[in-house]
């Protein structure tokens, strides 16, 4: 069993952690666990992602509950609504890698704090037509000047063949790179990723105990530098699983609270 101390501070992923992307949902008992987590005053809860601020609103009514916010795969950390720590590519190298991404045949969109936009209207169709799922058109504008008015934090390229992507972002050694579950990456820059917008707020709690979950590859770092790492058990990546310490059960079976109870995660 691991020892679980008294003071901890949660680190928790949004997608296929918190919130089903299959279902579009959150399930019962993740709410749960968020809301009795949420009444212990020694908990501290945070969310890291590689979402920007404005597409937090899948969390909905949980949302409050968040003190504190590494965003955009830890680009932009947030303490206490105010903003610690950003970092943004610079507008020449938006342009640039945009305009390659275009010519070698990939999609690509750039992505400020509060919105997302494309250059090329062939990307927005492009986003519309396959990857609506994940893409809401509302979220996504064409403006091929977006970089010249707004810090890019994080691009994207998408493609139908990974490989494609693959043989683009080998050029790119000054860039980090996330792989999505299927179809594409998040691009931001080099030495940026969740665990580095976490050591920024951890700094202020250094008594608690770092418990950080999540299933995507860009969870690997926080995984595997927390006190304890929590692997999802719908995760897709072997290193995940090898760096928790634990793993929890499949985010679609909704047995988180029972998970965090078993485990002495929840003390109240």
């Not at 992307?21 to 890291?48: C, F, G, H, M």
């Not at 050591?199 to 927390?226: R, S, T, W």
Request: with cysteine.
């Amino acid at each position: 069993m691991i020892k679980i101390k008294t003071k901890r501070i949660f680190f928790f992923d949004i997608d296929n952690t918190l919130f089903s992307t299959k279902y579009k949902k959150i399930w019962p008992q993740t709410i749960r666990t968020i809301e009795v987590l949420s009444q212990d005053p020694n908990v501290i809860l945070s969310i890291a992602t590689g979402r920007n601020k404005k597409r937090l609103n899948v969390l909905g009514k949980l949302l409050p509950f968040f003190q504190h916010l590494v965003l955009l795969n830890g680009s932009v950390v947030i303490i206490n609504d105010k903003i610690i720590d950003k970092n943004f590519f610079s507008k020449e190298e938006v342009l640039y890698f945009t305009k390659q991404a275009n010519s070698s045949g990939l999609h690509t969109g750039m992505v400020g704090l509060y919105q997302e936009a494309v250059l090329y209207k062939k990307d927005l169709l492009f986003i519309t037509e396959k990857l609506k799922n994940f893409f809401s058109t509302k979220m996504n504008i064409l403006d091929d000047k977006f970089y010249l008015s707004n810090n890019v934090y994080q691009m994207w390229i998408v493609d139908e063949n990974i490989n494609k992507i693959n043989n683009f972002i080998n050029n790119y050694k000054q860039f980090q790179f996330f792989y999505w579950n299927d179809g594409g990456v998040d691009v931001v820059l080099k030495g940026i990723n969740k665990f580095y917008g976490i050591k920024k707020i951890k700094k202020i709690y250094p008594e608690h105990q770092l418990i950080c979950v999540g299933d995507g590859y860009n969870d690997i770092d926080m995984i595997k530098y927390a006190d304890i790492g929590i692997a999802m058990g719908n995760t897709k990546y072997n290193q995940i699983k090898e760096n928790a310490n634990i793993i929890a059960p499949h985010i679609d079976e909704d047995k988180i609270y029972d998970f965090f109870k078993m485990n002495n995660l929840i003390k109240i």
